[in-house]
């Protein structure tokens, strides 16, 4: 199923120590500890030392590590994934839909009206402002084509105007992710989801600051699985890549540049192995069943809805449990109501390919 695919992800390894995380921190795929101490050495006056004199002794996955080389060694990738945005925002702005040209609509496969049109920040003004007892879909496709848009508007800010790695989607261009400041544009999508969410759900409206935050970040790996599987399977549907962000793309060819441009030389062989795998696994397993079961819009949006109130959740945190039930079986009720009135029957059977 397409939920247990893109929820069943290996965890990312710290890039400083190398344990296993499934949340970053300070925008780089960095464990609490490796950032708590980072923190607290960058607030204090002591003077950091080497263990043996060389200020190079540092090693993944052995403890304890010297306190300097650590340091270092966790400003030089921070340094990295801050500096990493050099692509073209002028391309983004010209082909990603910023004119008034009929031609940019979202595309569409038939005739069959707004519901059928692929959404993306394009077709944000085809859809009318929605009050909150307006139909559930209906409110789903103009928060997230919303979302979309302030996707595309705050990934374009962080490019430069160098157009190399360009990629053309369906009216769009993508930027190779080589180019690209991926932690940025990841927090860009964690800051959207938030509105994206509270225009959707009452109970999320109704959390705390600090709880929305919580119930994003520990779903967002997810929902931007699931996220990029529909513009993907959109955009470049009968080719091998994948779109981790909203902008940009990554494909087997660009993961060795990735590898050099984001990692010292000592540890490049090792991680373009690792990623050479995790992009075999994402394409044959997950975005390859997505193209199978070929969701419909309004299954895409259900999915995002029950991609933040995920049981894994509820294990967390037993205090989310009756939240998350609650939402998820509203969910699912407005997609068996949906189906009931396209006279579908598979009801079941359905639920089965998607979750």
């Not at 247990?4 to 995380?21: D, F, N, R």
């Not at 980072?38 to 304890?64: H, I, M, Q």
């Not at 037993?318 to 997609?335: D, G, K, P």
Request: contains cysteine; glycine residues 4%.
């Amino acid at each position: 199923s397409i939920m247990a695919a893109a929820s069943s992800s290996k965890p990312y390894e710290c890039l400083i120590c190398g344990v296993p995380i499934y949340n970053a921190n300070l925008g780089i795929d960095a464990c609490r500890a490796c950032t708590v101490f980072y923190r607290t050495a960058l607030s204090s006056t002591k003077e950091l030392l080497c263990r043996k004199g060389t200020d190079d002794c540092f090693v993944r996955n052995t403890r304890p590590n010297c306190r300097k080389c650590r340091f270092t060694r966790f400003a030089a990738v921070l340094s990295k994934s801050t500096s990493g945005a050099t692509t073209s925002a002028m391309l983004l702005q010209r082909d990603n839909g910023n004119d008034t040209d009929s031609s940019d609509e979202p595309h569409s496969n038939n005739s069959n009206g707004v519901q059928n049109t692929f959404i993306d920040h394009r077709s944000f003004s085809l859809f009318a402002s929605c009050s909150t007892d307006a139909p559930f879909f209906d409110r789903m496709r103009r928060a997230y084509s919303l979302l979309c848009l302030i996707r595309s508007c705050g990934e374009q800010g962080t490019y430069s105007d160098d157009p190399v790695g360009a990629k053309k989607g369906d009216e769009m261009t993508f930027i190779s992710i080589v180019k690209s400041n991926k932690q940025a544009n990841m927090a860009i999508l964690a800051r959207g989801l938030i509105p994206f969410y509270d225009s959707i759900f009452e109970d999320f409206r109704g959390l705390t600051n600090e709880s929305k935050n919580f119930f994003v970040n520990r779903s967002l790996r997810m929902i931007q699985s699931l996220d990029g599987l529909y513009r993907s399977a959109h955009h470049f549907p009968d080719e091998d890549i994948l779109s981790p962000t909203y902008t940009t793309y990554v494909s087997m060819d660009i993961l060795d540049e990735f590898v050099e441009n984001r990692f010292p030389e000592p540890e490049q062989e090792l991680m373009a192995k690792e990623m050479r795998g995790n992009f075999h696994r994402s394409v044959d397993i997950i975005l390859n069943e997505y193209k199978r079961v070929k969701p419909t819009n309004e299954e895409f949006l259900a999915l995002m809805g029950l991609s933040l109130w995920n049981n894994e959740l509820s294990r967390v945190n037993e205090e989310y449990s009756e939240i998350v039930t609650r939402n998820r079986s509203a969910v699912l009720s407005e997609l068996h109501k949906l189906y009931t009135e396209l006279g579908r029957t598979d009801y079941s059977v359905r639920l089965g390919d998607l979750l």
